[in-house]
């Protein structure tokens, strides 16, 4: 069975301060995809990122960062600088096994205060 | 870039009667998903369809739902006969032959009144 969790349901930071998003995972798949969605009022689900279980290389893209261990089931989100548009709820998800069905936690509430 | 579409974005329909979400996946894809979202919390599998069968489908998809694809383009959620407790954002998505990530469409909101 695959479970995610996302142990913080709202977080409020104010305008350009760092802040990291926590998921823990569990899965007995050895090849599997972890992603993490944003999800913006509007209520599309909006793709953010994708790591497969062999590759443990930590990534940026702007603002954004991932850290992802496997040591700890790990895959932990962190936006720099924050601001007024990242507020959003985003979610982190697993998928593995035959069909790669995605198994999503229970997302985090991001609100970016000015 | 190519993308996955659902029609319509918002849907209200009377409680006990029939709904048709309608997603469009994209062209070379032969994995099939739908999702379901109730309001202020996850998002939860539903079923996912391969070779024109259901190869997996959740306890909530029960006899009231059946899928669909009826032209080798569309791709189809039917809720029979629909409860309050059907509202909720579906999402449709679909994934690559070599089945390594699932591309959302945008939702269709359904409210049941």
């Known amino acids: 069975a695959q479970k995610v969790t996302q142990a913080q349901t709202e977080i409020s930071v104010v305008e350009k301060e760092d802040v990291t998003l926590d998921c823990v995972y569990e899965?007995?798949?050895?090849?599997?995809?972890l992603f993490w969605y944003k999800q913006p009022p509007s209520g599309e689900l909006v793709f953010l990122i994708r790591?497969?279980?062999?590759?443990?290389q930590n990534e940026i893209s702007g603002r954004y960062s991932w850290n992802f261990q496997k040591s700890t089931s790990s895959f932990n989100f962190t936006i720099t600088a924050s601001q007024v548009v990242d507020s959003a709820v985003y979610f982190c998800?697993?998928?593995?096994?035959?069909?790669?069905?995605?198994?999503f936690g229970t997302g985090t509430k991001l609100q970016v205060i000015p | 870039e190519p993308e996955v579409t659902q029609t319509p974005s918002h849907q209200v329909t009377q409680m006990g009667q029939e709904v048709i979400l309608r997603c469009v996946p994209i062209?070379?894809?032969?994995?099939f998903y739908w999702y379901r979202q109730i309001l202020g919390q996850k998002v939860e599998f539903l079923v996912s369809?391969?070779?024109?069968?259901?190869?997996?489908k959740s306890e909530i998809f029960d006899d009231q739902f059946s899928v669909e694809r009826p032209d080798g383009s569309n791709f189809t959620l039917k809720i029979r006969s629909t409860k309050l407790e059907d509202s909720a954002m579906y999402f449709c998505?679909?994934?690559?032959?070599?089945?390594?990530?699932?591309?959302f469409g945008q939702g269709t909101r359904l409210t049941v009144v």
């Open positions: 998505a679909s994934s690559t032959p070599t089945v390594t990530e699932a591309f």
């Open positions: 899965t007995r798949d050895t090849t599997y995809y």
């Open positions: 790591r497969n279980s062999f590759d443990e």
């Open positions: 998800a697993l998928s593995s096994g035959g069909y790669q069905k995605v198994t």
């Open positions: 062209s070379n894809h032969l994995y």
């Open positions: 369809f391969y070779n024109n069968e259901i190869s997996e």
